[in-house]
């Protein structure tokens, strides 16, 4: 599996949401059909709750996801306007080693 660190410059935020709006459909894929069971053959009672559940969920996290990065390009936006820097390499250098440390 890739791991791809990306960058945010200034307010645009690269394909992370588009990222994790596939990862999340696909996983929704994968997870749906495990609510099917013989035993509720003709109500399938627990595949209608995981049917509904399921995307409801997605839609929270991407909520909670993008919430998330608006609060990030704040910070970021915050230090380099308290640093001066307006240049994106010098200001993703600099918050890559603040967050290291």
Known sequence: MQLSVSCHYFGFISTNPMNQSFIAYCTDNILRPQFFFAREASIYTSAFLGIMICPALGILLSLVFRFYLVS???????????????????IVLCIFRARQI
């Open 72 to 90: 990030e390009n704040r910070r970021r936006n915050r230090f380099a306007n308290s640093t001066g820097n307006t240049e994106p390499e010098t």
